[in-house]
């Protein structure tokens, strides 16, 4: 069946490095793929849309040079987190619409770690 | 805009018991509802889907019921037991946007 696959799955960074986080469609196209981010204690929230060939759409409040979207192909979407900080340690995890955005598919999320 | 409301935040209750945790979502125009569980430090572990178009799913202890006309689910569980503690996530689907809409979540402690 159709599955999402994030990795890695934990990461600890120190601060002021980037770190990229993937997310493959396996079995189906993804067009779109959605980011989310958790806080500490709060629920998930959406972070940006990115479309396949175009640019990514960033929810108000999200800085879109820290945190850089690619969806190169149509099977494959990554989310760079540059330079980070502590403050940007979080669960962050991907979903993919499928057939028709009848449904939609997690990835097994990424908990990130700066220190 | 949708909204999704998680009741109670925090729910404790001795091993053994039956326990009900609530969804509500405001936007009915949805494609499905998903649970989730997480476990501390951890991802998310789906339990549940349900389509617009069911009233329920079972799947072992759990049952996820779904009425979209008045925006409401529940998460069923069973005979709870210790390993049953986590926080249980819902996730609305849109039809439009094909976004999802997550709840704040209920952390359930199940006590030996």
């Known amino acids: 069946g159709a599955v999402v696959s994030q990795h890695p799955s934990r990461v600890i960074c120190k601060s002021g490095t980037s770190v990229k986080i993937e997310c493959r469609s396996l079995?189906?196209?993804?067009?779109?793929m959605f980011w989310y981010r958790q806080f500490p204690k709060q629920s998930l929230m959406l972070m940006a849309t990115?479309?396949?060939?175009?640019?990514?759409?960033?929810e108000q409040g999200v800085e879109k040079d820290k945190f850089l979207i690619n969806h190169a192909s149509l099977t494959l979407s990554t989310l760079t987190v540059t330079s980070a900080h502590p403050e940007d340690s979080s669960f962050y995890i991907c979903?993919?619409?499928?057939?028709?955005?009848?449904?939609?598919?997690f990835g097994q999320g990424t908990r990130l770690t700066v220190v | 805009k949708q909204e999704v409301t998680q009741i109670p935040a925090a729910l404790s209750v001795p091993e053994g018991e039956n326990l009900v945790l609530n969804c509500s979502f405001t936007d009915s125009a949805i494609y499905n509802l998903q649970w989730f569980r997480q476990d501390p430090g951890k991802g998310l572990t789906s339990l549940l889907l349900i389509q617009s178009s069911q009233r329920e799913q079972t799947s072992g202890r759990l049952n996820a019921s779904l009425d979209k006309s008045s925006g409401r689910s529940t998460l069923y569980i069973a005979a709870s037991q210790p390993g049953d503690s986590a926080t249980y996530l819902c996730a609305v689907y849109n039809t439009n946007a094909g976004k999802s809409t997550f709840g704040d979540g209920t952390t359930l402690t199940v006590k030996p």
């Open positions: 979903s993919a619409p499928f057939q028709g955005y009848t449904e939609a598919f």
């Open positions: 990115s479309n396949e060939g175009s640019k990514a759409t960033y």
């Open positions: 079995d189906f196209q993804a067009t779109t």
